[in-house]
Every structure is written in C-alpha cells, then in structure tokens.
C-alpha cells in the first residue's frame, strides 16, 4: 500500500486528568490564544491534508467538549475513553471500519505544537512495524533505585525520548494492545505495545518543540512555540 493509497486517520487520547497540571480542569482543556490547547492540536492534524477523520476519546461525563465547535466538527468522531490511555486508544482503534485499509497517527492531546513537516517524515515509513517521532538524548541519563539514589549512567547514544505522533496499521495496532492489555502489561505508548507483538517500530528524529503540556511551565513555552509557528505562516 503507497503513502498515496493509504487512508489516514488520527486517533487522539483525551480522556486524562492531568493532575500534574494543578489546574481546575483538564490540561487539554485549557486556553492558549484564545482556543483550548485540543483545538490547536486537532487543528493541526485537519490542516494536515493526509489526515480525513480525527477520533478523539473522551472520558464518559466530560462536560468541556461539547461546549466546543469541536464538538459539531463533521471531521470527527467521538468516543468514550478507558481508565488509561492505552484502552482510550483501543476504544477508538475499535471505531474504525476496515481497520486493515487503515494507518492511524495516534497523538497526544496535549502536544498542541506538531507541525506537518514531521508529519510528512513519519508517513514515509511504510512497514508493517510503523514509526513514532522520538528525540535523541542529550542530557546524561542516570537510572536509579526506590530511594532515588543513581544506580548507573546509561549510553546516552542509544537512549531516545518518544514522541507522539505514533503510526501504525490500525488492525496491527489493535491486536498489539489487545494482547499487551490482556496479559496485563502496563502500556505508555502505541510503541511499547508493538514491541510486545515483535515489531521493531522506527524512530523518526522529531522536533523539540513537539513539547507535551503537562506542568504548569509548559503552558508558556508551548504558547511560545505556537506564537513563533503562526508568526511564520
């Protein structure tokens, strides 16, 4: 199947608290210029032109989305999400029809900086191992123990810090977490579960400012990043 034959579609976890945010509401649901930081991401998957649908996986009584233009957007689907993100994937890999005719660009909700040109870069990988945006690491990486104190310095050389989008075959995709979730496996990303079925994913370089908003300092640098982004178109 060619890039040009593929259907593409965005699968978007939004169903998390973001409790390390310290905000009244959920990360994704807070403002930068005027629009929540869901809208500047999703609307920079729908800019992308690849991309026909974005499936977005909510929790059940969330009460902020339908007050949305999101929310009556034709382009997407709404479904209810799990208890984590890797069943709020599931839940939405589960939406889609013909999933074998399907590659699926899973993002974070809270990563509201994507640009296309990265987006070009991952859909150039055409195996049935897929791709995820990662960055290599710069900084020393120490592992440690339960008290905090450094077991080892890892070689930083093979040492990179996954990114979202991740893109997969939807129908591998959902057997992957099928199976990752039934024996229990605790999921951080599509990748992690693709390792698990044997696939070895590519790491496509991405940007650094491809930042997920989860502390309360990111809320400045990713208004930062989007002002210099619109700045440029």
């Known amino acids: 199947m060619t890039a040009l034959s593929r259907q593409i579609i965005a699968v978007v976890p939004a169903a998390g608290v973001g409790s390390r945010m310290q905000a ?12 929540t930081i869901l809208e500047h991401t999703v609307g920079a998957l729908l800019s992308y032109p690849p991309v026909k649908r974005v499936i977005l996986a909510v929790a ?3 009460p902020y989305l339908r007050r949305l233009p999101l929310a009556r957007d034709s382009r997407i689907q709404i479904v209810s999400g799990g208890e984590t993100r890797a069943e709020s994937v599931l839940n939405g890999l589960k939406a889609i029809e013909n ?8 993002h974070d909700a809270a990563r509201p900086c994507i640009t296309h040109e990265d987006l070009d870069k991952l859909l150039r990988v055409t195996d049935e191992n897929g791709a995820i945006l990662a960055l290599p690491a710069v900084d020393t990486i120490k592992t440690s123990d339960v008290r905090q104190q450094i077991i080892r310095t890892e070689d930083r050389n093979f040492i990179w810090l996954a990114q979202t989008p991740q893109f997969f075959r939807a129908d ?16 951080t990303d599509e990748a992690s579960a693709m390792e698990l079925a044997g696939f070895r994913p590519h790491l496509v370089t991405g940007r650094s400012d491809n930042i997920k908003v989860t502390r309360p300092e990111d809320l400045a640098l990713a208004e ?3 002002s210099q982004k619109n700045k440029i178109k």
């Open 60 to 62: 059940e009584n969330d």
């Open 99 to 106: 999933p074998e005719r399907i590659q699926v660009l899973v």
């Open 224 to 226: 930062f990043y989007l």
């Open 172 to 187: 591998v995709l959902l057997r992957a977490l099928e199976q990752a979730l039934a024996q229990g496996f605790n999921i």
């Open 24 to 35: 009244d509401k959920p990360k994704q649901y807070l403002r930068i210029y005027g629009k």
